[in-house]
């Protein structure tokens, strides 16, 4: 499996082989600010006790306040941890939003703990870390396993901490406890706004069949969202395998059939299929939503799609992206596809320190106006050097946070 930091510093080695930018703008960014482990113990429900790792990475600051998820997987590392905080600062710079990069993450199996015990962690890891995030300093927000009412425990933890009430040191919590309309389905919105502004552009027709693979907030939201506006989603898939019809997939019933069995698989009317399958399918549009390194050098030769749309952060590595690249397989990239949740991460921040707050209209408007301009100037980056999206959005990223740290800081 490859390192997903490796393959972030890849991409950037590639951005930084097509312009040259300020050298000390390129060494900065071979480096997070800060990588911090912490060990939170835990008193498990049976009396006994238990030591979690637990990471926060900074990475950049030089937009804004350091910005992004916390992630509770088995499989979280330091060295996942500090590929997406990466990943997010350039993601912000893209969203032409006033944040820089960070992530987090606990190694843990959510679903091994009873609500009472994620409680304690969640609130564990705002004890081990209240002095260095901070709604002027760092502001986490949900990732891969984490909810909004986990963003809730976090941000009463650190009220009752730090004293601070402004709720914005937290972004992604529940509505009641000052979190934004529209935060849970705006990962999948934006990917779709995103997908709209490019769609002509890059060839595709007004109808599109669409795969998903990963069936959490991001591909359920977004597999809705498209499927709304007219286009047929045939396939989807969770971590145990996925169901096709090529007429298209009843959303709504799936996820009752999910939630009823367990399981996406026997599915009336469709077929069962495993994840392979699932991204060798013949469509317009495929999209990686769920994990890091899905196609790779190995699987990629059995892409159909005309277009790979990345919801999740780095699905394709960079060898597959190579390869894509010269089939003409246009990737749309993680740092502008699934920009959307953290633009709405933003809007709530913005809310929480004026004390206001947006109808759902008014934040959905606001971000297709963030997410079409972001996709326009990657676009226009891209037809600039003649060269791929993800290396256009990364071009355009180097660009806006260099004529910001003009010096070292
Ligand atoms: N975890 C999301 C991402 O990877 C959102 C981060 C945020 O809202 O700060 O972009």
Redesign the pocket.
Known sequence: MSNPFDNAMAQLEKALQIKSINTNLAQKLHYPDRDIRIHIPISMDDGSTRIFEGYRVQYDNTLGPY?????YHQDADINEVKA?AF??TI?CAIAGIP?GGG?GGIKVNPKDLSEKEIERLSRGWVQKLSDVIGPHKD??????NTTPLIMSYMVDEYEKITGDTSGAVI??KPIDKGGSEG?GP??GLGGFYVFETLRGKIGLPEKCKVVVQGFGNVGFNGAKIFAQHGHSIIAVSDSKGGVYNENGLDLEKLADHKKNTGSLADFEGSKNISNEELLALPCDVLAPSAFENVITKENVHSIQAKVILELA?GPVTPEADDILFSKNIAVIP?VLA??G??T???FEWDQNLKNEHWTEKDVFDKLQEYMQSASLAVWQKKEEYNTSLRVGAFLLALERIGEKMKVLK
């Open positions: 910005k992004g998820g916390i992630r997406l990943w997010m993601k944040m992530k502001v986490p927000a949900p990732d891969v972004t992604g935060r705006a990962t952060n993680d699934n920009s949740g953290v709405v991460s933003f």
